[in-house]
């Protein structure tokens, strides 16, 4: 069974930076798209990065393009999400999720880790 485990947010000044971390385990080849999403609230769930792990290749939503990555650890099998230049727009709470296909639709993702805080004030 697929399980994902987001971990790292809290509260950071304007201009701050955090990273987020997503355990995954469950997947017998290791490979798939992980995605991290945000839902502020009030708001709909919006797509913010994602990755192939097969191929690495990445994408990001334009809002945070030049400030956040996406990455992953293969061998501690984490997905992080690091985040720098934070604005109080970015404040929400953030998912780790895992499917077939690399898109920032959350619509393709099958699996969904609790979501983790993330504020962003000063």
């Known amino acids: 069974q697929v399980q994902l485990v987001e971990s790292g947010g809290g509260l950071v000044q304007p201009g701050g930076s955090l990273r987020l971390s997503c355990a995954v385990s469950g997947y017998e080849d290791d490979y798939y798209a992980a995605g991290w999403f945000r839902q502020a609230p009030g708001k709909e769930r919006q797509g913010v990065a994602c990755?192939?792990?097969?191929?690495?290749?990445?994408e990001y939503a334009d809002s945070v393009k030049g400030r956040f990555t996406i990455s992953r650890d293969s061998a501690k099998k984490t997905v992080y999400l690091q985040m720098n230049n934070l604005k109080p727009e970015d404040s929400g709470f953030y998912y780790c999720?895992?499917?077939?296909?690399?898109?920032?639709?959350?619509?393709?993702?099958?699996?969904w880790g609790r979501g983790t805080q993330v504020t962003v004030s000063s």
């Open positions: 999720a895992s499917g077939y296909w690399r898109v920032l639709d959350a619509e393709n993702y099958d699996y």
């Open positions: 990755m192939s792990t097969g191929d690495g290749s990445t």
